[in-house]
């Protein structure tokens, strides 16, 4: 019986853990890139822009701060949602999904892209980009 109740709780403590999997700070190394999130919830703060809560935002080496307004389907593995540029001239549609190690694997779904810096130069970001904790 304590085998079962452990198990039961084992059971209950991994899926609280896995319940929360955009949620948090990530990096891309590759192109110098942060992303804080919370899809849950839109508690967080964009350093520099108004006091606004929103649901997360991307920054480093990009073309401004994408702050993420909507989000538009959250699953155990997968969410999309809306990025907007932080000077409003472009927006983007995002696919997030877990990958190995519990990477999150960034997918831009128009073709709107988002911009990293290359030198002194704009350059696209790839369709997809790894993020980890």
Request: with cysteine.
């Amino acid at each position: 019986m304590k085998r079962i109740s452990v198990l039961f709780l084992l059971l209950g403590l991994f899926t609280m853990a896995n319940a929360q999997v955009f949620k948090g700070s990530f990096l891309n190394d590759e192109y110098k890139i942060q992303m804080e999130l919370n899809l849950y919830n839109d508690s967080i703060s964009v350093p520099g822009i108004d006091d606004e809560k929103c649901y997360g935002y991307l920054r480093g080496n990009t073309n401004g701060t994408w702050v993420i307004l909507k989000v538009i389907s959250v699953e155990p593995e997968k969410a999309v949602f809306r990025a907007s540029c932080d000077n409003g001239s472009d927006a983007q549609n995002v696919e997030l999904t877990v990958g190995e190690g519990g990477k999150l694997v960034m997918r831009q779904l128009k073709d709107a892209f988002i911009k990293t810096i290359a030198g002194k130069k704009y350059a696209k970001l790839p369709k997809t980009v790894e993020f980890h904790k």
